[in-house]
């Protein structure tokens, strides 16, 4: 729900809203204007307040808080919530916090020592960290990249996607680029359960090798990451390495939900690669959960 969104957008996202002729042409104008190159307040279907740009892919639409991913985030918060231990939550791709705060909505924040958002694009960045202020939580909003290396790179945008929220990290780029570091070198406490969400483009399996001593070390850890199978084509990895890898740290459980029509298959085995499993013409959120002691 908008709280102070301009008329113009409003009126557009009634239309839309009642089916009415022009709503969509009308953001597309809006857009092409630039009318839509700024921040308002918007409410979390929990009440709190939360910014967002008026460009944000459905940001229109009033349920649009109550539909993105809401049975990954749900079933990645019941894994946080198995045990009492203090939680690292720690969210790479944060874009501007929104899968962070909803995961907060779900969880009980008194657990939560620490939340880690990391965001590469200086936009988001900026809208992040103010959605991170005030929670009442310790929270490090980076401005940077992740992978298993540290290093300079670039965000570019793929050939399928041109939108901001496609854009992936490549190696290389001056020294005022995009810093890449790892999770491992973040340093994060053991002991506790470490959540990792893990939205790159691409990057989703170099990212947990270079987390491997942190999901280690942890007594429990929760991994989200997403299966896009375009994504999938352009690096030449199957989302499975990624089950694969946090297989062997330890036992786990997982589940893959459809983003858009709220499939889930929990079959999924490391011994086919995931494309082979599942349509590849979807894409999923995958949650995998650590099981101490094998259970």
Not at 190 to 198: I, N
Not at 199 to 227: C, I, K, M, N, W
């Amino acid at each position: 729900m908008a709280k102070n969104a301009p008329w113009y957008f409003r009126l557009a996202s009634a239309r839309i809203r009642e089916g009415k002729r022009g709503g969509w042409a009308l953001l597309r104008l809006f857009h092409k204007l630039g009318l839509l190159d700024r921040v308002c307040g918007f409410t979390l279907p929990n009440g709190e307040p939360i910014l967002m740009p008026l460009s944000w892919p459905g940001v229109h639409d009033p349920d649009v808080f109550v539909n993105y991913e809401p049975d990954a985030i749900d079933f990645f918060a019941a894994m946080i919530e198995t045990d009492s231990d203090p939680v690292i939550l720690v969210d790479c791709g944060a874009d501007v916090g929104v899968f962070g705060r909803l995961v907060l909505s779900k969880i009980d924040t008194a657990r939560v020592r620490q939340i880690i958002a990391i965001e590469p694009n200086a936009d988001s960045f900026e809208i992040l960290r103010r959605n991170l202020s005030d929670l009442g939580i310790a929270a490090t909003p980076i401005l940077g990249a992740v992978s298993d290396h540290a290093g300079i790179g670039r965000l570019v945008s793929p050939a399928h996607d041109s939108g901001a929220h496609s854009k992936y990290i490549e190696e290389g780029g001056t020294a005022d680029g995009v810093s890449i570091q790892t999770i491992d070198g973040l340093d994060i406490a053991g002991g506790g359960v470490v959540a990792l969400k893990v939205d790159v483009e691409g990057a989703e399996l170099a990212v947990l090798r270079g987390a491997r001593a942190t999901l280690g070390g942890a007594a429990r850890f929760v991994v989200q990451f997403e299966a896009h199978p375009a994504v999938a084509r352009r690096t030449g990895i199957d989302p499975i390495e990624c089950l694969r890898f946090c297989a062997a740290i330890g036992p786990c459980r997982w589940r893959a939900f459809v983003e858009k029509t709220g499939q889930t298959y929990d079959s999924v085995t490391t011994d086919r690669l995931f494309f082979d499993q599942v349509p590849d013409d979807r894409i999923y959120d995958v949650v995998a959960a650590s099981v101490p002691g094998g259970e």
